[in-house]
């Protein structure tokens, strides 16, 4: 006998020696009495699961073995696997992928039949409506829970694009798609099979796009406000990175190219992590840079820069409009404000600074600039009061472990909304952390296929409707606002 032909033998003298442990807790689960031991590593082995269904297997009463699964449909015990195999493959991330699959269906099913629905008890578009109309509710109050019941029942519609390049919207996928101020237009990037990445402007009228892989963007006011976007351009190969201004007029369909309206310029700089273009009078035509350990102030017109040296990589930024702050999110869950007053080589410029126990990957700041929002990699979005330098209010739900995912806050809409890396974009009340709505992702839940989401309240301009827009793969979704409650909620206000 060969030495492969005994270890064979062995595993399979092992397997015959587990069959009766599975034949006993078959019988046992007939008989339905357990004893007080059994339950307790139950109630063990569900806490360290990964996914719902082994709860549910614990709620069933259904005893948990060390190693194997039990299929609920099926009725019986799988083994765990440690990796592959080629007749059953079975692990716990196949088991993980299957049931968040089948949670997604679900409430996609949901999504389109249930057309009612409520965000909070006691509150539907008649009570609120009667509510007013006896001056139970003030003007705000109404508003507000008007505007989370509209939320709460938008619609997806698929959105067809038009272009003059049909077969790159069957080949480019989405990256991320950032509405401009006023809501009317959209800066996406997209992923090119060959590498690199596409960007360019959707106006609900056209797509033109040239070339280029972009690490970071936002808009810029350079001759007007959202006259010009910044892109920063990671380096490819022996090309150094450099962050690029482009005029917005460059990507409608009409321009002719006779002209040059604003400015195009470049400047090269270390790949940057993030970027932020500054509206505060103080700090008037510069933009920041977020780099490894270091954040970079540049001015468009003179070429002046300032560098502030951190301890950690600067993942967020945002300007303040009232004050000369510049806030920054780092690496290391630090979340400081950096006084454009202060010359960077003095000690008093780190104006204030939070901590998060995770890496910062958004940060936003709002209207009266003494409170601001910050996201994580560890899932938590937190408000934050710069005055006391504490949390106030934590939002519930968000789901991240390592992904870069921004978050959008509207403030005069009063709503919060960010995309998980479960791919759930969630939608929370800004003023009480109630969460509104959660929309499954219209594709099977992967890394590549986290949604990129843009809200506003006037799509396509100020005739338009507020909702929810959504970049998934080569598909792009609009949810607005149903139209299950027509004029009612208009005439209470």
């Not at 509710?137 to 989370?148: A, D, G, I, M, Q």
């Not at 472990?401 to 709503?415: D, F, K, Q, T, V």
């Not at 986290?450 to 598909?475: E, T």
Request: charged fraction near 20%; aromatic fraction near 8%.
């Amino acid at each position: 006998m060969d030495r492969s032909t005994w270890q064979g033998r062995r595993r399979r003298g092992r397997g015959r020696q587990q069959s009766p442990a599975l034949r006993q807790c078959d019988s046992s689960e007939r008989s339905s009495t357990r004893s007080s031991q059994s339950t307790q590593h139950s109630g063990h082995h569900d806490a360290e699961s990964l996914s719902n269904s082994s709860s549910r297997a614990g709620e069933s009463s259904v005893p948990d073995l060390p190693g194997f699964y039990f299929d609920p449909e099926k009725n019986r015990y799988f083994r765990l696997l440690p990796g592959h195999n080629n007749c059953n493959p079975l692990t716990k991330e196949s088991i993980r992928h299957k049931e968040m699959e089948s949670r997604r269906l679900q409430l996609l099913q949901q999504e389109d039949k249930q057309k009612k629905k409520i965000t909070r008890m006691g509150f539907n578009a008649s009570s609120i409506l009667r509510k007013n109309q006896l001056g139970f509710l003030n003007f705000t109050s109404y508003c507000r829970l008007s505007h989370e019941l509209r939320v709460s029942c938008m619609e997806r519609k698929k959105v067809e694009i038009q272009s003059s390049d049909p077969s790159a919207l069957a080949s480019d996928r989405f990256n991320f798609i950032l509405a401009d101020t006023s809501s009317d237009r959209l800066f996406t990037v997209n992923d090119v099979k060959i590498g690199g990445s596409k960007y360019g402007i959707i106006n609900l009228q056209g797509l033109k796009a040239p070339t280029f892989k972009v690490n970071s963007v936002c808009w810029a006011s350079l001759s007007h406000l959202d006259s010009h976007i910044l892109l920063c351009l990671m380096g490819l190969a022996e090309t150094p990175g450099c962050a690029t201004l482009l005029p917005a007029s460059l990507f409608v369909s009409s321009h002719q190219g006779t002209d040059q309206p604003g400015m195009l310029c470049s400047f090269r700089i270390p790949g940057a992590w993030s970027c932020a273009w500054s509206l505060n009078v103080q700090a008037n035509n510069c933009f920041s840079t977020g780099l490894s350990r270091r954040v970079l102030l540049t001015n468009v017109v003179t070429g002046q820069r300032q560098s502030y040296g951190t301890n950690s990589d600067v993942l967020a930024q945002q300007f303040a409009v009232k004050t000369p702050l510049l806030f920054n999110g780092c690496r290391s869950g630090e979340i400081f404000a950096i006084d454009l007053r202060s010359p960077s080589q003095a000690k008093g410029w780190k104006a204030t600074h939070v901590f998060h126990d995770s890496a910062v990957t958004s940060v936003r700041i709002l209207k009266e600039e003494q409170y601001v929002l910050a996201s994580d990699m560890a899932g938590k979005i937190k408000l934050w009061d710069l005055r006391a330098t504490k949390c106030v209010t934590q939002y519930e739900g968000h789901v991240n472990e390592y992904a870069y995912l921004p978050l959008h806050m509207h403030e005069e809409e009063g709503i919060l909304v960010a995309v998980g890396q479960d791919c759930y974009t969630r939608i929370w009340s800004l003023h009480d952390a109630q969460l509104l709505r959660t929309i499954p992702s219209p594709y099977p839940t992967s890394k590549a296929n986290i949604p990129s989401v843009a809200f506003s309240p006037r799509l396509g301009g100020p005739q338009g409707a507020p909702g929810l827009l959504m970049a998934v793969q080569q598909d792009l979704y609009c949810f607005s606002y149903s139209s299950f409650y027509p004029g009612n909620l208009e005439e209470g206000r």
